[in-house]
């Protein structure tokens, strides 16, 4: 589904907590980078929004493994997934 970013704007200081929160490994990054800007290459879009959250076993796993790839222990495989899922929720943001 689509959020609007009016929708975005009205509950930005509940989107900036979320993304403060998310610190992606250096090789996590490069791929997010490349991917936003295969993203950017295929619209016409000038500004979107995108919030992925994945909380499947698979991924619990994978992440705990990955989270301190270079180091750094972030702790955030799932943390507050769904409490998450519920302020998005009652701010009217689709599932």
């Known amino acids: 589904r689509v959020v609007t970013a009016e929708h975005v704007l009205k509950h930005k200081d509940l989107v900036t907590d979320l993304l ?3 610190q992606p ?3 996590l990054e490069n791929v997010i980078n490349k991917r936003h800007d295969d993203l950017r290459a295929s619209t016409k879009l000038e ?3 995108l919030l992925h959250v994945q909380a499947e ?3 619990i796993k994978r992440c705990q493994r990955e989270s301190v ?3 750094i222990v972030r702790d ?4 507050n ?3 998450l899922g519920k302020q998005l929720k009652a701010k009217g943001f689709p599932p």
């Open 81 to 83: 997934t769904f409490a």
């Open 20 to 22: 403060a929160g998310l």
């Open 25 to 27: 490994s250096a090789w």
């Open 57 to 59: 076993g698979d991924w």
């Open 47 to 49: 500004v979107f929004n």
């Open 76 to 79: 955030n495989c799932v943390n």
């Open 69 to 71: 790839r270079d180091g």
